[in-house]
Structures are given as C-alpha cells and as structure tokens.
C-alpha cells in the first residue's frame, strides 16, 4: 500500500512510509466500504512488540544527506517510523557518510547510549554501524488517588540528526537529515494516504517552489498529514479547503469535545503534529494549496499542492490548468533554503 506519494522530490513518486506494526500483525479491514468513503480501519498489535530496522545515512545530490531502509535509497524526508504504545523500535543505524551523524527521537523513551547527542557519547562515526534503542508505552494513573493521568507516547512525532556539523547537529538538520516518528493508539484510524511536510528554514522538504512536493490523493480518502518544523525561522501551516481539530488525532472525539478547530497552527523549530482529513470533503477535488501562511515566506517559495482527483483517480475540471500555473510560477528569492555553513568543527557554548 503506497501511502506516500508525492511529487518534487526526488521527480519520481516514492513509498518512504515503514508500517512496522502492519508487518507483524496486520490491519483489521472491514469487508464492506460505501462507495466514495473513507475506509474506516482500525489500528490492531501485539503489546510489547519489538520492530526492528536497519536505516542507512548517505550523501546525496545537491549538497543534502538522507536516511533510507536500502543503500542508495535515502531521501528527503527520511522514511516515517510507526509503532503503537508499548512497543520498541530497535534502529541499526549504518552511516555511511564521511561525517559523524547520529538519530535523535522525539516523544519516546531512551537510554542516553541511545539519545543520538555527543554529549552522551551516543552518535556514529563516519562508517560506523550503531544501534538505537527507543521504548514507547501508554497512559498511566497519576497515583495518589487522583484521576489524572501521565501522558504516554501516543502522537506525531520526529526524529533528526544530532551530531553532524555541532553537537547540536545543526548542519545535518539543514542537510535534510530527518524523518517522522508515528506512535499510535490501539483502535486508531489508520489512513489511506500519508504525506510528511518538512519547514526547515525556508523550505519545504528543503525544496522551494515550484519544486515542493505536490501531494496527491483520491476523493474520499482518508488522508494523514504530519508536520514537522526545523532550523530558525518560525512558520505557520495553512491548508486550503480542509480543517482539523488542534488535538492528538485531528478529530473530535463527540459533540462535546472542546477541541479548537482549525486550518491554520504553527510549525515552529522542534515542534510536530498531524492530522486526519478526508480528501475533498464538501469541497470537491482540485488542486489545494498547503503553505506556510507567513506572507514573506509563501510568497518565496514556501508553498505546495495537495491534489484531489476525483474518486476514479482522473483529474478534475482545471485541476490540470492549476499545476501548471504553479510550476510556472515565478517565486520570490528564497535565498539558501535550506542550507547551512558547512562547519564540522567542535562545537563551543558561548
């Protein structure tokens, strides 16, 4: 199942989405879908269970690096992780770059051999294979009699370098090396398509438009978008024509849910959420804009589209005439979107 389609970069589509749950247990489907809807499917594991990947850091063209599952498959995000509460994710992390690089989580669990920062010795040399080991686990009772919880791991999370350029990892972040990090409930929704937006600097994926990715999915669908922020700019996600509610999943819960709803959050540097929508609903297919609402910053390059064919997967009336005026539109200078001074030196707090 191609959950990850998208058009920018690289040229190609790419499946980059890892469903390591589904490998191990499966999806529970129903039988009977009504026509035009969204298949509703629900997340069914294994508790405790342990997956394990080999992830592989490279160079890749234009001065980026990547992570990939394959050699020679590294890209730009890097692939998306997923695992349900309780389970462990185990990385074997091979670098094969000529620089020190490592893989930093966020929202899990993790021993500082396994924090990815040098300042816990936790990072890879140049050829150096290593192992990550990150623990997720659900909601637990406050104690004390009280009936408030401890939060688990559930949510949209992310994962980046953190040691390549500084200790802070600041040039391999603005390289591109990056991914999203799902941690799911047991009865989720699961999506029929997933698509992960990078703001890094002034960037989209570290692309600009008019060669941001072009996200695409059917009427109908059930469609997961994961936002993630980076570098130093502070930005803003707007996506035309759908909403959401600001909570864990995007959806209300019940008509009384106090779930702000919105179209508009922003995406600052280390920060992540997601969200659920169905594709074209009460709006129809077209071609949709999702930006960084930031004016300075969508008017240089900060812009993409998400694409809605109609249910049989044609393109709808003017759909067409709208990618093209958007590959041929003439943005603003974005200036070095998405690059960083090439510094390799030992880092020094000032």
């Known amino acids: 199942m191609d959950n990850d389609a998208q058009t920018g970069w690289p040229t190609r589509s790419l499946s980059r989405r890892t469903v390591l749950t589904t490998s191990a ?21 294994q508790d405790g269970t342990v997956k394990r990947v080999t992830v592989y850091a490279e160079a890749l063209p234009g001065n980026l690096y990547g992570y990939g599952l394959a050699p020679g498959e590294a890209t730009v995000p890097g692939p998306t992780f997923e695992v349900y509460e309780g389970d462990t994710l185990e990385i074997t992390l091979v670098n094969n770059t000529d620089r020190r690089m490592s893989i930093h989580p966020h929202g899990v669990d993790y021993s500082t ?57 600041s040039l391999g972040v603005a390289r591109g090396l990056y991914g999203a990090l799902v941690v799911r409930r047991r009865g989720d929704l699961l999506p029929d398509r997933q ?19 072009i996200f695409e999915a059917r009427l109908g669908q059930r469609v997961e978008w994961i936002a993630i922020g980076h570098g130093n700019q502070f930005h803003t996600f707007h996506l035309h024509a759908h909403r959401w509610a600001d909570n864990r999943t995007g959806m209300l ?37 999702y930006h960084c609402h930031v004016q300075s910053h969508s008017e240089t390059g900060m812009s993409g589209i998400f694409l809605v064919r109609n249910a049989d997967g044609s393109m709808p009336p003017g759909a067409q005439d709208a990618v093209d005026r958007f590959r041929g539109h003439a943005h603003g200078t974005a200036g070095a979107a998405g690059r960083a001074p090439d510094r390799a030196q030992p880092h020094e707090h000032h």
């Open 25 to 45: 247990v499966g999806l529970a489907v129903p039988a009977v879908v009504a026509p035009g809807a969204a298949p509703r499917r629900e997340a069914a594991a």
């Open 253 to 289: 819960e019940g008509p009384a849910d106090p779930s702000q709803v919105v179209d508009n959050k922003d995406l600052n540097p280390g920060s992540s959420f997601g969200f659920q929508v169905i594709a074209g609903d009460g709006v129809g297919p077209g071609a949709w804009m």
């Open 113 to 169: 051999d396994s924090d990815g920062a040098p300042l816990n010795n936790s990072f890879n040399n140049p050829g150096e294979t290593r192992v990550y080991t990150w623990r997720t686990r659900g909601m637990t009772g406050a104690g004390g009699g009280s009936r408030r919880f401890m939060p688990g791991s559930a949510g949209y999370w992310h994962y980046h370098d953190h040691a390549m350029g500084t200790d802070h990892g």
């Open 195 to 213: 698509f992960v937006a990078v703001f890094n600097e002034m960037s989209i994926n570290n692309q600009v438009a008019p060669h941001t990715p």
